[in-house]
């Protein structure tokens, strides 16, 4: 058997002790939710107005990720990057236990859907 060095034991426990993305964002997204939920439906329309530009962007800069063979994984770090820089969260994490950043099927198959 070998023996792992003092070096590696710490670096194999700091890599363990990173949150996954769920944990990232799961707690969080619940209480953001319900606090959205209180806001009144005027102030939400006029939010959904100002961010479609940039949902709008987001999806034309993502389309050339989303083909036959790509790869999942890529397109959720992408978009994960894409909504830290506009300071947005990925409010799908935790939503009925849902695991994921965004559903993603990059064949002609549904292989990845949110929750109903």
Known sequence: MKKLGIFS???CTSVLAEPSRYDQYAAGNGELGARIAQ???EKILAEEAR???M???LLLKVKP???EGGSGMAIQDFLLKQ???YGWRPMLVGYKGYPEAVPVSVNNQVGNA???
Request: proline share 14%.
């Open 55 to 57: 949902a709008s962007d």
């Open 83 to 85: 909504f830290s820089q």
């Open 39 to 41: 806001l009144d439906s």
């Open 51 to 53: 961010l479609a530009p």
């Open 65 to 67: 990720l989303m083909r």
């Open 9 to 11: 034991f710490l670096f």
């Open 114 to 116: 949110p929750p109903h």
